[in-house]
Nanobody, 115 residues
Framework: VQLQASGGGLVQAGGSLRLSCVAS????????MGWFRQAPGKEREFVAA????????YYIDSAKGRFTISRDNAKNTVYLQMNSLKPEDTAVYYC?????????WGQGTQVTVSS
């Protein structure tokens, strides 16, 4: 199983980035997909998730109204559109897939928001 995240980078506060995560080795449409992040010196935290099937979405409070998670099952890809970025969004962002107790993690992509 591989989850390949990309799209991170350096952006000024107020800017936007779109993260992508391509999955292989799983039946993508069967899995819930999520994004997590870990800032220096902090624990990894949940950011957003999207269910399989009905595409229900969930967000950390600080991401509501600014971030949008979506998925394209035909491309085995989950996206995280991040708008109105803030310096406190700076972190390594990881994608994850989950099906019951099966959880897989990608390698992470760095997002740096300058003030």
């Amino acid at each position: 199983v591989q989850l390949q995240a990309s799209g991170g980078g350096l952006v000024q506060a107020g800017g936007s980035l779109r993260l992508s995560c391509v999955a292989s080795g799983i039946t993508f449409s069967d899995y819930a997909m999520g994004w997590f992040r870990q800032a220096p010196g902090k624990e990894r935290e949940f950011v957003a998730a999207i269910s399989w099937g009905r595409d229900l979405t969930y967000y950390i409070d600080s991401a509501k109204g600014r971030f949008t998670i979506s998925r394209d099952n035909a491309k085995n890809t989950v996206y995280l559109q991040m708008n109105s970025l803030k310096p406190e969004d700076t972190a390594v962002y990881y994608c994850s897939s989950a099906l019951g107790s099966l959880v897989y993690w990608g390698q992470g992509t760095q997002v740096t928001v300058s003030s």
